[in-house]
């Protein structure tokens, strides 16, 4: 079975702080993908990543997918409060399903 | 179109009702998904429709029975359900069967009294 670990599980930072979240396997993963979640509303995708060492940025949001495909990070930089929210990592597996890691809950204060 | 629509947003239901969720795409994906969602954990599958044909059952127990009319549409019918089935329902849609990005609705947040 593939898991996917991910941490930190809980965040509470100052607003304009950078942090980084990790998600890693001992599995290969075809893809890795971030979700953001906000109370009551379904996942958003943020990022699909597909090759080893791949890098996205996408605002002050950069995204890293491993050389070996079994892990990436989420690093956000200068954090907003507007970023507060549950952020998930999701690995697709060859048999065409999604495995999500545990999430991480990011708060930012102002 | 880039949405999935999913009614109601809330529902509650006694342990002897019989309800219906519903959850709409017109993106084109011909693939699409039922996820069980409590608070603060990520989504559980439960089901996979591919092409209109459940390819995937995570060994759900048969008081939720999801249907596919067609390639838009999926419904996940409920019946006999108990209070720890309370949780946020997701519906969510994807190109095929490999999960390159799904879209996910906003959920039904279910309720069993």
């Known amino acids: 079975t593939q898991l996917l670990e991910q941490s930190p599980q809980f965040l509470s930072i100052q607003e304009g702080e950078n942090l980084t979240v990790y998600c890693n396997s001992s599995s290969v993963f075809s893809s890795l993908q971030w979700y953001r979640q906000e109370p009551g509303e379904g996942p958003v995708l943020l990022v699909t990543v597909v090759t080893g060492g791949e890098v996205k940025k996408l605002k002050r949001l950069t995204f890293q997918f491993g050389d070996a495909r079994k892990d990436s990070s989420l690093h956000i930089t200068a954090a907003q409060p507007g970023d507060t929210g549950l952020y998930l990592c999701a690995g697709g597996d060859q048999g065409g399903k999604l495995i999500f890691g545990q999430g991480t809950e990011l708060s930012v204060k102002p | 179109d880039t949405e999935v629509t999913q009614t109601p947003k809330h529902l509650v239901m006694g342990m002897t009702n019989k309800k219906s969720l519903k959850c709409e795409q017109h993106?084109?994906?011909?693939?699409m998904y039922w996820y069980k969602q409590k608070a603060k954990k990520p989504p559980e599958l439960m089901f996979v429709?591919?092409?209109?044909?459940?390819?995937i059952n995570e060994s759900v127990p048969s008081r939720f029975s999801p249907e596919c009319p067609n390639s838009s549409l999926l419904n996940l019918h409920l019946h006999a359900l108990q209070p720890e089935d309370s949780a946020l329902y997701l519906c969510?849609?994807?190109?095929?069967?490999?999960?390159?990005?799904?879209?996910f609705g906003s959920g039904t947040r279910l309720t069993v009294v």
């Open positions: 429709y591919s092409y209109e044909k459940l390819s």
């Open positions: 993106m084109g994906h011909r693939a």
């Open positions: 969510a849609s994807s190109q095929g069967g490999r999960p390159y990005g799904y879209t």
